[in-house]
């Protein structure tokens, strides 16, 4: 099946600054998406980004599926971007409902 | 709407006893995963359903776990009997689009604790 590898693992900022998440997978995919869970410990959905570039506020997604990785950025972060980011990929075979999720990258956005 | 409602939020029980975890999917939402979240193994889907019909139950872990989604607005997690181990947050997800085209909408989680 699927691997997906987050990098870096844990991150922390200065509120203001900017920072790029990567996630790496293993084979083709059809879905790929990013989560934010939130201290609280809420899953919320950023993007349904399979290729291209997406952009919602402060935060934009790029996926070269191609070269089989997808890019996660955020500008000006802010405490509230605290959180944990996991990235969920999906297959052509197989069972195409199985998002495969990275281990995440732990962000901690210090005031 | 209100999104993914899961219930309950907590629950601690002791071995042995059995445990239900209740999900209500988002309204017109055709699909509805369970995931498992754990330090040790990330998240996991344990099973989904397509209009009400189990899909994909390979991530069920052993015979003790079983779903049921009886209607289109329902669907229960059972456990029985439940271990230490199963100690995890539950997450349950819905779906509007087929899952490899969609966004997936997640409830705010069970976590369930077995002593």
């Known amino acids: 099946g699927i691997q997906v590898e987050q ?18 997978f293993s084979d083709s995919v059809n879905n790929l998406q990013w989560f934010h869970q939130n201290p ?6 950023l993007f349904y ?3 291209g570039t997406k952009q919602n506020g402060r935060l934009s997604a790029t996926t070269v599926a ?3 990785y997808s890019l996660l950025y955020i500008s000006s ?26 281990k995440g990258t732990k962000l901690s956005v210090k005031p | 709407d209100a999104g993914v409602i899961q219930s309950p939020r907590h629950e ?4 042995g006893q059995e445990v239900t975890l209740r999900c209500k999917p988002i309204s017109g ?5 369970w995931y498992r979240q754990t330090m040790m193994r990330g998240l996991e889907l344990l099973i989904y359903f397509n209009n009400n019909v189990p899909i994909d139950d390979s991530g069920m872990p052993e015979d003790r776990f079983s779903a049921k989604m009886p209607n289109a607005s329902f669907s229960t997690l059972k456990i029985q009997p439940s271990e230490p181990r199963d100690s995890a947050v539950y997450f349950c997800a819905s779906h ?18 077995v002593v």
């Open chain 1, 7 to 24: 990098s870096p693992p844990d991150l922390i900022l200065q509120e203001g600054a900017n920072s790029t998440l990567r996630c790496n």
């Open chain 1, 40 to 45: 609280w410990g809420q899953l919320i959905n």
């Open chain 1, 49 to 51: 980004i399979p290729s």
């Open chain 1, 66 to 68: 191609t070269e089989r």
């Open chain 1, 77 to 102: 972060s802010q405490t509230t971007d605290s959180g944990v980011y996991f990235c969920a990929a999906g297959g052509y075979g197989g069972s195409q409902g199985n998002l495969i999720f990275g």
């Open chain 2, 12 to 15: 601690v029980t002791e071995m």
């Open chain 2, 29 to 33: 939402h055709d699909y509805l995963f």
């Open chain 2, 96 to 113: 509007f689009l087929p899952p490899n085209r969609g966004v997936a909408f997640f409830g705010q989680g069970t976590r369930l604790t």
